[in-house]
């Protein structure tokens, strides 16, 4: 029985729907691509600065120029339990059943709903205002020194909507202007040396221009954000079952882009028969033993675990940067007991950079739980910084391979496996 998203081997509008009304944009006549400004295009949006960068910026990428994107939105041949997507309803199985769409096509329109996003739905005027939002709460608080304050106590007080006062926050947050004081976090204090040492709101301004950004560096990054330089192929479904991946990627390149592929690894046959390979090709790494990948990955195929083997063995033969990542969930696929496995696996492939990155609790893969049919709580599964730390710590004293970046924010940490340590891993052409 087929899915009731497919009629006649068509995407049906109702599928586009569900997708829609969050912050995807279904494009292509066939409706199997999509692109989608991740949280970090908004934050560096919010500032132009490094400072509000993902992960990639290790490689040189910067978050306002890149194009969150996939080709085969639908389909996967895994139902990975941390998966973001709404498996349960939003997949339509494992194989590319519909015709694919031309790539050329299909970037140009992609090109044309991100400036419309950045342009009309992330609009400058709100992180100008925010520029100035977060002036208004330093100095408010500043005025009122020896008082802690709610985003409501804020948002009432300023006369500024919850989510402008939030927004606002997260940045001042970020850069310790603030500092969460109660147990449930939801009140806020100004930090101890902007009370003892500014006097005044020009002062505040000095202070965020310096730290944090300014009107200039805001309107830039902006400018920028209409021309990205970057297309992340990773946004959601297994890329490499679009049967014109390969086109697709040279037609990236031939926008002077740079592009990573994420992919499951569960296409060795693909992989070898790469016309044009990414700037970097990411193999997801789930788990460390086929036993431990069934119970994460939920495979719709035969023999995926020997299948991703296969792919890692392809990993030092390609012409292009590689990375092997896992995908961290606490009490599931990492434990110390786990570490050899990892790092002899690693050590076999040879690829690039090794990362490990702690997997994210939003959106679908908030049931987590009910997917792996169990009574523990989500949280359970949620590796805190320092426990993947502590865990990555562990692998490079066991592994040998050197730990060269560290991301806070994203729990992500990068190690250099074939890569010279005095080599720059930024990325210099796509």
Not at 375 to 395: G, R, T
Request: overall charge neutral; glycine content about 2%.
């Amino acid at each position: 029985m087929k899915n009731r998203f497919i009629i006649d081997d068509k995407i049906t509008n109702e599928f586009v729907e569900t997708y829609t009304k969050t912050t995807y944009r279904i494009v292509g006549e066939n409706k199997h691509s999509s692109i989608k400004p991740c949280h970090w295009l908004e934050q560096r949006l919010s500032t132009g600065r490094d400072n509000r960068n993902c992960y990639k910026g290790v490689f040189g990428i910067q978050s306002h120029r890149c194009l969150q994107n996939t080709p085969s939105l639908p389909f996967c041949n895994h139902q990975c339990v941390f998966c973001w997507r709404d498996l349960e309803a939003g997949s339509l199985g494992s194989e590319f059943i519909v015709d694919p769409d031309d790539p050329k096509i299909l970037i140009d329109e992609m090109l044309r709903h991100h400036r419309d996003i950045i342009e009309n739905h992330l609009p400058l005027r709100r992180y100008l205002d925010n520029y100035e939002i977060m002036i208004d709460i330093l100095y408010y608080m500043l005025l009122n020194k020896n008082q802690n304050y709610s985003i409501n106590d804020l948002a009432n007080n300023l006369h500024v909507s919850k989510n402008k006062i939030e927004r606002a926050i997260t940045l001042l947050k970020n850069q310790d202007f603030l500092h969460q004081i109660n147990q449930d976090f939801n009140k806020f204090k100004l930090d101890d040396d902007i009370k003892c040492c500014i006097n005044s709101r020009s002062e505040l301004e000095v202070l965020i221009n310096r730290s944090l950004t300014t009107p200039d560096d805001i309107m830039q990054a902006h400018s920028e954000a209409m021309i990205p330089s970057h297309a992340a192929i990773s946004l959601d479904g297994e890329p490499l079952l679009y049967p014109k991946i390969s086109e697709y990627v040279q037609e990236f390149r031939n926008r002077h882009m740079t592009t990573f592929i994420v992919t499951n690894g569960t296409l060795p046959e693909k992989i070898e028969k790469l016309d044009h390979l990414p700037t970097q090709l990411y193999v997801t790494l789930p788990a460390p033993n086929e036993q431990i990948y069934q119970k994460v990955c939920r495979p719709m195929i035969r023999s995926g675990w020997n299948k991703i083997i296969k792919s890692l063995d392809l990993v030092e033969s390609l012409s292009c940067r590689t990375l092997v990542r896992l995908t961290a969930m606490k009490n599931l696929n990492i434990a110390e007991k786990y570490i050899t496995e990892y790092a002899k696996i690693i050590e076999k492939a040879n690829p690039n950079f090794f990362e490990i990155k702690g997997f994210t609790l939003q959106a679908k893969a908030l049931l987590i739980s009910e997917r792996l049919k169990n009574s523990s709580q989500m949280k359970d599964y949620f590796p805190e910084y320092e426990y993947l730390e502590d865990f990555a710590l562990k692998f490079e004293k066991v592994s040998g391979f050197p730990l060269i970046y560290r991301n806070k924010p994203s729990r992500d940490f990068l190690f250099a496996v074939n890569w010279d340590l005095d080599k720059d891993p930024k990325i210099t052409n796509p």
